[in-house]
């Protein structure tokens, strides 16, 4: 800290920001540090983030925060891997498990993937959660096996720790229950200080806007983006960042462990697997080729992927990551077989089944993805209080996408719920059946992507 400077305490640092006055870098690392000094108590961290929600942050003060949260751990390091280390990460949907086939294929294409992930917040699930439907998975890792598994297999999926981002981990449990999860400063300083400890070489960001995103319009996913690409740029990583819709489900599972064996019937190249899902994989696994310059084009990047699911190579490093991190081998073994009853047993489905049926014919034009994730959160599979254990056999499988056609008296989707859904939310057989729209002339199927900032 320069000597110049006044050191304010605490209750100062939040009246400044609470008056719309810039913090320096030294005010924000002072902050940050006295997070795990205990200079700093809950009920300045709730206060201080009212502020930065309410102020915003200037480019300078987003920057500081980012450094700050990222230094206030460990940083991972790498062994002489030149230009292969890259990750990606998403603000948060429905039905959205990209992360879970990308890193196995991404690895299949020699690069090395560190995925610090996170849990579900607010109606939007969790990488981390689906995960933990696989029994033995273990997120929380030391760095010593991260680096280990990042060498021998390629990719890994885990958590913050208290060694890695602890700040990250104690903001982002407090934005969490003070309504303060929505500011494009947080948000960029959370997700940014994850991705700098990881010392990459190519990142890939999914902002997503829509009914149930945090970013309503495309228009202030756009702001979030720019700031994202901007500050990333400053922090000197090479990022890309796509714009995609978040109103309508990705893919047909929603829910824990139907989310993974979504994953692994895509990984596995089954008939009938998700096409939106698989394209937007290939995309966005296809980009961080190219930024890596592992693939010349686009095209050649997104072909990259598709093989790694075709040939299998993609489900045999998901088949060594899931051991690295903690499952037993047979285990393992039975999920990436074809032996779909070996699969139901292990990543078990209630045994309490609904049926939404369409009351109309015509065209799916929109599936609601914002009752779809409530439902769902409200049945067990997400938390209401952070202490909530998920029930990972709650989720909802659609038979139906956008632009499909569908006949009156037609099932459209198939609720796996708790034996007592009614007690805890009433009116969950109501809002499946009203989330589905049809059209009577036909519909086009869905542009996921609204724009990309490379
Ligand atoms: N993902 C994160 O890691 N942090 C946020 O604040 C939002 C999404």
């Known amino acids: 800290m320069s000597t110049s400077e006044h050191v304010l305490s605490i209750p100062d640092l939040i009246a400044k920001k609470r008056d719309g006055l810039e913090l320096s870098p030294n005010e924000i690392q002072q902050f940050i540090t006295g997070l795990s000094n205990g200079d700093v108590q809950d009920c300045h961290v709730g206060a201080m983030l009212m502020a930065i929600y309410i102020q915003g942050m200037t480019e300078r003060e987003i920057c500081s925060m980012t450094m700050s949260m990222r230094d206030s751990g460990e940083r991972l390091s790498w062994p002489n891997y030149r230009g292969i280390v890259v990750d990606k990460h998403s603000t948060g949907g429905i039905g959205d498990k990209i ?27 969790g990488t981390l959660d689906k995960l933990e439907s696989i029994p033995g998975y273990q997120t929380q890792l030391t760095d010593e096996q991260i680096v280990q598994l990042i060498t021998n297999v390629g990719c890994g999926i885990f958590s913050q720790s208290v ?3 602890p700040a990250d981990r104690y903001l982002y449990s407090i934005r969490d229950v003070t309504a303060t999860v929505p500011s494009n400063a947080l948000i960029v300083s959370s997700i940014l200080s994850k991705k700098a400890i990881e010392d990459l070489d ?9 009914s149930s995103a945090f970013m309503k319009t ?24 796509y714009i995609t819709e978040m109103n309508n489900p990705i893919g047909y599972c929603i829910g824990n462990a139907l989310e993974i064996q979504e994953s692994l ?23 961080l080729l190219l930024l890596t310059k592992k693939a010349q ?8 992927i598709r093989d790694t699911f075709k040939n299998g190579s ?32 292990i990543l078990k489905l209630s045994d309490v089944t609904h049926q939404a049926i369409s009351t109309q014919k015509g065209y799916v034009q929109s599936i609601a993805s914002f009752n779809l994730g409530t439902i769902v959160q409200r ?16 989720g909802i499988r659609l038979l139906k996408h956008v632009g499909d056609s569908v006949q009156e008296n037609e099932p459209w989707a198939i609720l796996y719920a708790p034996h007592d859904a009614s007690k805890r939310y009433p009116s969950f057989l109501d809002d499946l059946n009203s989330s589905l729209v049809v059209s009577l002339t036909p519909v086009q199927p869905l542009q996921r992507i609204y724009k990309i900032l490379a």
């Open 99 to 125: 992360s879970i086939p990308l890193a196995p294929a991404l690895a299949a294409c020699q690069m090395k993937v560190p995925m610090m992930s996170g849990r579900g917040l607010g109606i939007t699930g």
């Open 218 to 241: 495309p228009e202030n996913a756009e702001v979030l983006a720019d700031w994202l690409f901007k500050v990333s740029e400053l922090l000197g990583m090479k990022t890309c960042c």
């Open 314 to 345: 993609a489900l045999q490093k998901f088949h060594d990551m899931i051991i690295g991190q903690g499952v037993s081998p047979s285990i393992a073994a039975q999920l990436v077989s074809n032996d779909e009853n070996a699969v139901q047993s």
């Open 163 to 165: 060694k890695l981002n």
């Open 265 to 287: 019937d895509l990984m596995k190249y089954k008939q009938g697997h998700s096409a939106d899902l698989e394209d937007l994989i290939c995309e966005q696994g296809g980009r």
């Open 297 to 304: 084009t686009i095209e050649e990047g997104r072909e990259m």
């Open 379 to 394: 049945l067990g599979g997400g938390r209401l209080k952070s202490t909530d254990k998920l029930d990972f056999s709650v």
């Open 202 to 210: 190519g990142l890939v960001l999914d902002i997503k806007y829509g």
